[in-house]
């Protein structure tokens, strides 16, 4: 089946720098990427979408400052934290979407804090 | 506001038992409806459409019109069901993005 893989798996900064975060397909073109943000014992959040070579469309909320999103790539999509603070520590995930697709498959998640 | 609500944030059956987690909309006609598992240090993954009437992993799970429900149901239980269960409302927006409830954590015990 078709596997997505986020890296780093976790990672913790300093307060103020940047993070980025990488998500790939590995064995299928993902035409659209989504990233979502999990609080502890709570839902998944979308957080924007993508669609390869154009902007990404971020939901009511989100600051696209903040959280950049980059999908250069039929096979990435990037997201970059940028001054993270404390409140950013959580949990992200990716999931992409081939062209002709139906399902979403979900990468394993990144573990993001921030002191 | 249209959505899915999953009333039980927790739920606890003993293994062998018969299982059912709610789910409730308040979409109309015949929404299509998801329900993606996510298991201990796992990635979240489909477990279950509407539209394609399967049966995964001995779960099933029925849209009911007249109750606007879409609960999924395993008539019995195993300790490796032990997870958390999304139910997911139809895609939305121009990019089909998926979105979810709250979430049920089941856990079955032995």
């Known amino acids: 089946g078709a596997v997505v893989s986020q890296h780093p798996s976790w990672v913790i900064c300093k307060s103020g720098t940047s993070v980025k975060i990488e998500c790939r397909s590995l064995?299928?073109?993902?035409?659209?990427m989504f990233w979502y943000r999990q609080f502890p014992k709570q839902s998944l959040m979308l957080m924007a979408t993508s669609n390869e070579g154009s902007k990404a469309t971020y939901e009511q909320g989100v600051e696209k400052d903040k959280f950049l999103i980059n999908h250069a790539s039929l096979t990435l999509s990037t997201l970059t934290v940028t001054s993270a603070h404390p409140e950013d520590s959580s949990f992200y995930i990716c999931?992409?979407?081939?062209?002709?697709?139906?399902?979403?498959?979900f990468g394993p998640g990144t573990r993001l804090l921030v002191l | 506001a249209q959505r899915v609500t999953q009333p039980e944030k927790l739920l606890s059956v003993f293994k062998g038992a018969p299982v059912e987690l709610k789910c409730n909309y308040s979409y109309s006609g015949s929404p299509e409806l998801f329900w993606y598992v996510q298991y201990s240090r796992q990635r979240l993954q489909l477990l279950l459409r509407?539209?394609s009437r399967e049966s995964i992993k001995g779960f099933t799970a029925d849209l009911n019109k007249g109750e606007t429900s879409f609960h999924l149901k395993k008539p019995f239980a195993q300790e490796e069901d032990s997870a958390m269960y999304y139910c997911a409302p139809p895609w939305s927006g121009s990019a089909r993005q998926l979105t979810f409830g709250s979430g049920t954590q089941l856990t079955v015990l032995p």
């Open positions: 509407h539209i």
């Open positions: 064995d299928f073109q993902a035409t659209t």
């Open positions: 999931s992409a979407r081939g062209p002709a697709g139906v399902t979403q498959y």
